[in-house]
């Protein structure tokens, strides 16, 4: 059974800091890992997709690597902002459709 | 195993058509979500639902519109096809809420494959 942890369950921090947050899944047998951000009481919005045949995926501030042999994937923020106070989920998309989700980190940037 | 089923699977309908795409789940989940993605490309939420008469935009704006009138069902409806609507329209619930600190599984639809021409 997949399962998916996301380390660590809170950060706080001060604007202009470089962040790593870590997801880590059980079954390496998956189709690809994506990374979503949740604002409080809202729905998710996507940030970056990486399928099981690539290492990692860039867009603007954001880079995400993968290892699947390892069971690993890290979301890097450089130069943290305010406005990127969220809860961040990574998941995983295995086998009978099925899309499975980490227990998130809770993001907050401080001025 | 899950039991979420769409219908239909394949449509090909012409420019300012109504359609609605229908899904339904026997899990009891209150949770439901529909997402569009296009081939090889992520996942958008385009909308979500706590529960009936509940109903939430997700991150990628769409023309659509949804309703939740019954736990089990949670229909996706385009006033007027237009091209732009060609993608593939995935439903799914959970159990949990997303976000809640707690592992949580989404279960997927087989998808809708639409083509607006």
């Known amino acids: 059974k997949q399962e998916v942890t996301q380390i660590p369950a809170a950060l706080s921090v001060p604007e202009g800091e470089n962040l790593v947050l870590n997801c880590s899944f059980t079954d390496s047998a998956i189709y690809n890992l994506q990374w979503f951000r949740q604002d409080p009481g809202k729905g998710l919005t996507s940030l970056l997709l990486?399928?099981?045949?690539?290492r990692e995926q860039t867009s603007g501030r954001l880079n995400a690597s993968l290892d699947k042999s390892s069971g690993r994937s890290t979301l890097y923020i450089a130069a943290s902002q305010p406005g990127d106070s969220a809860t961040y989920l990574c998941a995983v998309v295995g086998s009978r459709s099925k899309l499975i989700f980490g227990t998130g980190t809770r993001l907050q940037v401080f001025p | 195993e899950a039991d979420i089923y769409q219908t239909p699977r394949y449509l090909v309908i012409g420019t300012g058509k109504k359609i609605t795409l229908e899904c339904s789940q026997t899990m009891g989940h209150d949770k439901m979500y529909w997402y569009q993605q296009d081939p090889g490309m992520e996942l958008h939420l385009i909308h979500y639902?706590?529960?009936?008469?509940?109903?939430e935009k997700g991150d990628l704006s769409s023309e659509s519109t949804v309703s939740r009138i019954r736990t089990e069902h949670f229909p996706l409806t385009l006033e007027s096809a237009r091209p732009s609507h060609t993608s593939q329209y995935l439903c799914?619930?959970?159990?949990?809420?997303?976000?809640?600190?707690?592992?949580?599984?989404?279960?997927f639809g087989p998808g809708t494959r639409l083509t607006v021409l």
């Open positions: 799914a619930s959970s159990e949990y809420l997303t976000g809640s600190g707690r592992t949580d599984t989404q279960y």
């Open positions: 990486i399928q099981s045949s690539q």
């Open positions: 639902s706590y529960g009936v008469n509940s109903t």
